[in-house]
């Protein structure tokens, strides 16, 4: 059974249509031009905790695709989505923009693939996620002294040799 048509509570009348003439939808009453009922500008309730949730699974996705394009090993994808959960976490990464914490997913690869001795360049990472080589150094700075991690320096003669072979 349909339900009955809705009522106008300004005149009593049913000569009710809907007018999208604006932003969001209203139903208005035809005869006396009162607002009977409003739509809501967005067909979906996102709340703040959710919309965190979907930061954090973007970054993490984030921290994966830069492990898959630079052919790193599981090993070293694993230990860089466990620092970047680490560094997320922290109180000086939570509240930041999302690309700043795209940048954080690369220091996070930067600082593993140092630690492992895979020869990768800042200005590599920095392209990657397509940030000033600047921006990605004061990550990574902050987020080695946060993490409490130490970062070996890379040497020249490895990273030109990875470049030679290709």
């Known amino acids: 059974m349909a339900a009955p048509p809705p009522r106008c509570p300004g005149c009593g009348s049913s000569n009710i249509v809907q007018d999208d003439l604006?932003?969001?939808?209203?139903?208005?009453?035809?005869?006396?031009?009162?607002?009977?009922?409003?739509?809501?500008?967005?067909?979906?309730?996102?709340?703040?905790?959710?919309?965190?949730?979907?930061?954090?699974?973007?970054?993490?996705?984030?921290?994966?695709?830069?492990?898959?394009?630079?052919?790193?090993?599981?090993?070293?994808?694993s230990l860089?989505?466990?620092?970047?959960?680490?560094?997320?976490?922290?109180?000086?990464?939570?509240?930041?923009?999302?690309?700043?914490?795209?940048?954080?997913?690369?220091?996070?690869?930067?600082?593993?693939?140092?630690?492992?001795n895979w020869p990768v360049t800042m200005g590599t990472i920095s392209y990657l996620v397509g940030a000033e080589v600047d921006e990605v150094g004061a990550v990574y700075q902050e987020m080695i002294r946060i993490l409490n991690v130490t970062s070996p320096t890379v040497c020249v003669t490895d990273v030109m040799a990875s470049h030679c072979q290709e």
Request: glycine fraction near 4%; charged fraction near 20%.
């Open 22 to 77: 604006y932003a969001q939808a209203q139903m208005v009453c035809v005869d006396c031009g009162a607002v009977v009922s409003e739509g809501s500008l967005a067909d979906e309730h996102i709340f703040f905790r959710e919309k965190k949730t979907e930061n954090k699974r973007f970054s993490l996705q984030r921290v994966k695709a830069i492990c898959q394009t630079l052919r790193v090993h599981a090993g070293l994808e």
């Open 80 to 116: 860089s989505v466990s620092h970047f959960k680490q560094a997320y976490q922290h109180q000086s990464f939570i509240n930041v923009t999302l690309p700043k914490k795209e940048i954080l997913a690369g220091c996070c690869v930067l600082v593993c693939c140092r630690q492992l």
